[in-house]
């Protein structure tokens, strides 16, 4: 056995959370037994399906994971001993920790099998010059998705999508050109989540709220420029707004 392995890794992993290995099954979904296998040096090379999940939970790579590389500051302190660290003068333990290497792909690069290719969605005018727009899928347009990141979130891969945003009505946390993905099999609202919206063929993200009688608030995180806006069921049906989906995912560059 290698001196860093999952054998090795996986019980600071454990120490550091303070999860026992049943906690881990329960939570990553991979069988206790198969984790119980990896503990003991068992399983000498764990399949990728297995391993990802606990990665995936612990904020580090599977090759971090299998020990190619290394994970800087694996245990940390507990918030009570760094807090007491600090008073008695000893550096404080740090609240992150470096992730890597990333891996650099395009359209070329093949697709791993625990991964899937989310499209994004885009405005589309229907007619030449008619002004009238339609939200569809941008078939050209996709990004990278771990198959087990989007069923922790609980998102079947069917249903994520893509959208970028535009403007500043949701600064400063989500700022113009920033991506979120969105569920589209999750459209019921629960107040204060982010939704992707269709307004007439107008592709948006806001802060959903529900009003009496199906109405809809829309709120944007930039309220001073961007006040709420409310609508009836028969405003919705007025202007044409659908709810697409559920945001589950954001990034953007800063």
């Known amino acids: 056995m290698q001196k860093n392995s999952i054998q090795t890794i996986l019980p600071q992993l454990l120490k550091r959370e303070g999860i026992t290995p049943t906690e881990l099954s329960r939570i990553t979904g991979v069988g206790q037994s198969t984790i119980s296998r990896m503990l003991s040096g068992k399983i ?28 800087d500051n694996l245990i940390t302190l507990s918030a009570e001993e760094n807090s007491r660290a600090h008073r008695q003068g000893a550096p404080m333990a740090p609240e992150a920790v470096m992730d890597g290497p990333m891996e650099v792909w395009d359209d070329d690069t093949p697709l791993p099998e625990d991964e899937v290719l989310v499209p994004f969605l885009k405005e589309v005018e229907l007619a030449a010059g008619s002004g009238r727009m339609s939200v569809e899928v941008n078939t050209k347009r996709r990004l990278r998705f771990g198959k087990y990141s989007l069923k922790n979130k609980g998102v079947d891969p069917a249903n994520a999508r893509c959208v970028t945003i535009t403007g500043n009505s949701m600064e400063p946390v989500l ?35 529900r009003l009496p009688g199906g109405g809809i608030r829309l709120r944007s995180f930039n309220r001073d420029e961007h006040p709420d806006e409310e609508y009836s069921l028969d405003d919705m049906a007025r202007h044409e707004i659908v709810v697409i989906g559920r945001v589950f995912w954001g990034a953007m560059y800063f």
């Open 44 to 71: 000498a090379n764990p399949k990728d399906e297995q391993v990802y999940p606990i990665a995936e939970h612990f904020h580090i790579s599977t090759d971090q994971l299998r020990g190619r590389y290394p994970i």
């Open 175 to 209: 700022k113009n050109g920033a991506t979120v993905g969105v569920d589209v099999g999750n459209t019921r609202i629960v107040d204060g989540d982010l939704f992707a919206i269709d307004h007439g063929g107008q592709l948006r993200v806001k802060q959903a709220y």
